[in-house]
């Protein structure tokens, strides 16, 4: 049970890191569309005004771009922490139930024990009586 825990921290924690590198990936992508972007327009034939235009526009673009894509992994990153959290739970309730079960069966285990010591202690105190008798 235990192991099973750590392994689903350590699938958390591999996510976090995954959404991490993500994140990074998605900036980087953005700044190098942006970087591209930039150097098409400004070596193009244009005039300064239209070529203004065109830089906000394509701008404008790249940064809507790349905030979807960050959205989109935000959610698959919050999607899997709520799978392995669900996970998680599921573990620790299983690990609760057999502990209880356990604890019936020590409880149970320790009844039958003292039982059994009572009916031996009777037999002897009975073989016993049946001794004393005999000796008589």
Known sequence: MIKEIMDLVGKDSKKKRKARE?????????????????????????????TRKVIVDKAE???????????????????????????????????????DAVKDDIKEGAHDVAADIHETSEKIAEDLGKSDKKDK
């Open 61 to 99: 673009e790249v940064v809507d771009v790349t905030k979807e894509t960050v959205q989109k992994k935000t959610e698959q990153v919050k999607e899997s922490a709520a799978r392995a959290a669900k996970e998680i739970k599921g573990v620790l309730k299983d690990v609760h139930t057999k502990k």
């Open 22 to 50: 993500v994140k990074k990936l998605a900036i980087g992508i953005g700044a190098a569309a942006t970087a591209g972007v930039a150097a098409g327009i400004l070596l193009a034939p244009k005039s300064g005004k239209e």
